[in-house]
């Protein structure tokens, strides 16, 4: 609620060894500084950031900002989509690009690797969803079926079944060997900007399907989805059930959403809040992180916490 307060910094010199010499304008503290990292405080808001140097940069593979991105389980290969319009796999050891992914009509907004590392998926503003071969980037499969650009995915298990969220407000989940739509999961009437999957803690009511589901269904029983929605809500829904558990509002549109385990989710709005619930009780947020008021774009969990990235 305070302006915000700007600062430079100055490098004035090298020391013999080779560690810049920085001065920071008033209002800022220079701290420790190294060959990789810069520790800046400001004390009269009782903050500090330390500015890490990246130690590979890969400049080649797109020509502007890039969407999405995944790396393989192994590590090997790195996916990516950007609005130069390219989705593109690539060697994550040195950045050099293996594939091309070529086939969505205008923008491609998410793309995953499957579990086997061979496989990705992705979503697109043609409303398609599309599972190519990391191996010679033929498309494999193309699901149809939503009215609006897909901007989500998730992977229920080994993959036999996979998820998107659309614009069109319902999620839907798709039957990877039979290229066939199971069912919309949920239809909520407001673009579903993020989803996540996992398995739900043992005393929480997931609801009963009002019909028996189809035998192609693999892997569903037990899940919890979660929907990051447009309408300021987070919505918990039983993956197999297809019953609401719980629905959360929150300041600002939802981006993203995580699972830190069977009980514990992490949620980020436009706005620049990062709620932690408990899934058991969503009345109350156990915290809410607030660094900066730019939009959290996405969370991801990370040895005993998690990384989030904003929009600034």
């Not at 004390?43 to 330390?50: F, M």
């Not at 890969?58 to 890039?66: A, L, T, V």
């Not at 709620?275 to 991801?300: C, E, F, K, M």
Request: proline content about 4%; glycine content about 12%; charged content about 20%.
């Amino acid at each position: 609620g305070k302006p915000t307060l700007y600062g430079s910094l100055t490098r004035r010199g090298l020391s013999t060894e080779g560690v810049p010499d920085i001065a920071a304008s008033e209002g800022f503290v220079v701290g420790e500084v190294t060959k990789k990292s810069i520790l800046i405080s400001c004390p009269h808001e009782n903050v500090s950031t330390k500015f890490l140097a990246p130690y590979t940069t890969f400049c080649r593979i797109h020509q502007k900002s890039i969407t999405c991105l995944d790396i393989s389980s192994g590590g090997g290969l790195g996916v990516s989509t950007s609005t130069d319009g390219t989705m593109k796999i690539w060697q994550a050891a040195n950045g050099e690009i293996r594939r091309q992914l070529e086939g969505h009509v205008y923008d491609v907004n998410c793309c995953r690797f499957f579990p086997s590392g061979l496989v990705v998926l992705s979503g697109g503003m043609d409303a398609q969803l599309k599972i190519w071969s990391a191996e010679d980037a033929s498309c494999v499969v193309t699901f149809k079926g939503h009215k609006g650009g897909i901007l989500d995915t998730a992977i229920v298990d080994r993959g036999r079944n996979v998820l998107s969220c659309s614009r069109d407000g319902t999620v839907r989940l798709w039957d990877c060997g039979k290229s066939a739509c199971l069912g919309v999961i949920a239809d909520c009437g407001s673009p579903i900007n993020g989803i996540a999957v996992g398995t739900a803690d043992n005393s929480l009511n997931l609801g009963t399907p009002e019909k028996t589901p189809s035998e192609r269904e693999v892997g569903t029983e037990g899940k919890i989805l979660l929907l990051a929605r447009e309408d300021k809500k987070l919505q918990g829904v039983g993956l197999q059930s297809r019953q609401p558990v719980f629905l959360f509002v929150g300041s600002d549109a939802f981006n993203c959403c995580a699972f830190l385990s069977s009980t514990y989710i992490l949620a980020g709005t436009q706005d620049g809040n990062i709620y932690q619930l408990d899934v058991r009780n969503t009345n109350s947020p156990i915290q809410v992180i607030h660094r900066s008021g730019a939009p959290v774009l996405s969370l991801l969990p990370y040895r005993d916490g998690f990384i989030a990235s904003q929009g600034n």
